[in-house]
C-alpha cells in the first residue's frame, strides 16, 4: 500500500520516531545492539495505512443510541437540545475520548473532527476536546462547527409555519457572534494547532453555508487560505437544503452559492454532497475540493444516496466519516467503508460503474489523507510518510482463507483484526489496551457522567429538552415534508420514495 499500490509478501520497515524511514522488501540486518530500538514481529499480519475518520462531530459521543431515525432537520432537534446543561471541560474531555478510544481500538489513527458546542465553544472547552486528542495519541484536526445566523435564516418555509411565539425564538441570535467566534479560533490556533509533535491541528468550518454570514464564511476562507487549513462545510446533504437554494437563494444552489462567493477552492472538505446536480459536481471538479462521504450517517438520516460514480468520473477525491455518533452511532470505519463499497450498487442500474473495494480503499486511506491537508507526507507505507500505521492479523476468520486482500478488508473486516495502532511513531494500541489511557476508568467515568436518567436533575433536564423538541416538532415536519414532495429535477433516494 504504497502510492503504487504494491503488495510486498514481506518487508522490513523502519521508523524513526515519527517517520518511516526505509521499506525493505525481504528483510534487513537487525539495529546495532545497544541501539534504542524496538522490534515488531508482523510476520502473520497486514501492516498497512491507518484508517482516516475524515468527517466526524465529537459533540455527541454520549449520545450513541438515543434516538430513532429521522430526518436530518427533525433530528437537529434532539441533537442541540435547548435544554443544552452547559459541558463541563472534564465532561468534554471524557466524551472526546469514548470515541477516540473506539476509533484507535479499531485502527483509526486519524480524526477530522467538525465539533460544535451547544450553546456555544470556549477557549476550556476547546482546551478540553483538544488534551482528550493529545493523550490518547491520535492524530486530530479541530474545527469549531457553530452557526452564527438564527435558525429562521437556515431553512426555508419555517417563517410562515412557526405560531409566533417559537417564530420569535427561532430569529434570535445564537449565542455567540462571528466577532467571539473568531477569537475563538485564534484560541484554537494559538494554542493547539501544530502541538504534540505536529499531530494536533486547527481546521476552519462554517457548519453549512446557509448558517453562516457571508462575512464571517469570508473570514473562515481567510484564516483557512493564511495557515493553509482544511474548511469542513456541509453542502447538499439533504433534499430540502436543494429546496433552500430554490427558495432562498434566487433558485441558486448552494455550490453555486458558495462559488458565487469567491469561496469554491480546494481547501474546501465538502461534507456529504448528495442532492448535487451535475453543474455543481463540475464546479467542485474544477475547484479541486474533497467531498467527504458518510454513507451510514446518510442511511441513518435517511439523506439519500450520494452519487458517487459521477463524483469519481469527475475525479473529484473523496473521502469516508461516520459523521456523528448519533448518526454512525458505532464510530467504526470499517463498516462506513462497507457500506460505501455496497450502497451505491442499487442506486446505478450499470453494474460496470458499481465500486470496487480497491477504490473504496483508496477513498478511506488516499481520500482521507488528501482531506487532512497535512504539511508531511502521510497515508502510505513508503519513506518520508508519516508512521501512522496499523498490523491486522490474517489469522482471523475475516481472511481465513485469504481469497483477495482488498475485497476481504472491505467486506470481510470489522475492526477487530486490528492488533497494533501506530500514530507518528507511537503504539497508542497493542494486544487489545490502549497504550495512553487507562480505558476501564474511563468508561466508568463516562457512565457516571452521561447516564443522566440516574439522578433527580438529569431525569427533569431530559423531561424538559424532550417537551421542547415536541413543541417545535409538527412544524419541522410540515416543513420537511413541503420539501420531500418537490419535485427537484433529480432524485437521491432509491425507489419513488413513497
Ligand atoms: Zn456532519
Known sequence: MDAMGTDLACATVTIENDTIVAVDPGGRAPPDSGADVREIDGSGHLLMPGLVNAHFHSSVNHLKGSLDSLPLELFM???????????????????????AMEMLKSGVTAVLDDAFFVPAPSPALIDAVMQAYADCGIRAVLALDQPEVPELAKLPFLAELLPAELRARAAAPPAMDAGA?????????????????????????????????????????????????????HVLETKLQRVFGEERLGGR??????????????????????????????????????????????????????????????????????DEAIADDAVNMWAVAKLAGLIHNISVKDYR????????????????????????????????????????????????????????????ESGSSVRMTLVAGRIVYENGKLTQLDEPALRAEARQLFTRARTEAGREGAAAGDADAARWLPYYRQMYLKAADRDVGMQRFVGDGR
Open 253 to 322: 444552489s448552494l455550490i453555486r452559492y458558495v462559488f458565487d462567493e469567491g469561496l469554491l477552492n480546494e481547501r474546501m472538505n465538502i461534507i456529504h454532497g448528495i442532492w448535487l446536480d451535475d453543474d455543481d459536481m463540475d464546479m467542485i471538479a474544477a475547484a479541486g475540493a474533497v467531498i467527504a462521504h458518510n454513507p451510514i450517517s446518510n442511511l441513518r438520516l435517511g439523506s439519500g444516496v450520494m452519487p458517487f460514480r459521477k463524483l469519481r468520473a469527475r475525479g473529484i477525491p473523496l473521502c469516508l466519516g461516520t
Open 353 to 412: 460503474e458499481w465500486p470496487t473495494a480497491a477504490e473504496v480503499l483508496d477513498c478511506l486511506i488516499g481520500g482521507g489523507a488528501r482531506a487532512m491537508r497535512h504539511p508531511t507526507p502521510i497515508g502510505c507505507v513508503a519513506p518520508g510518510q508519516q508512521a501512522d500505521l496499523i498490523l491486522v492479523d490474517l489469522d482471523t476468520l475475516a481472511f481465513t482463507p485469504l481469497n483477495d486482500l482488498r475485497r476481504q478488508l472491505i467486506y470481510c
Open 77 to 99: 432537534l434532539y441533537e442541540s437540545p435547548s435544554e443544552g446543561r452547559p459541558m463541563t471541560p472534564r465532561a468534554a474531555y471524557v466524551r472526546t475520548l469514548l470515541a
Open 181 to 233: 467566534l473568531l477569537e475563538c479560533y485564534q484560541h484554537l490556533l494559538g494554542t493547539w494547532h501544530g502541538q504534540a509533535g505536529g499531530r494536533l491541528r486547527a481546521a476552519v468550518s462554517c457548519s453549512a453555508p446557509q448558517r453562516v454570514t457571508p462575512a464571517y464564511f469570508r473570514a473562515l476562507d481567510d484564516l483557512s487560505r493564511r495557515h493553509g487549513l482544511p474548511f469542513y462545510v
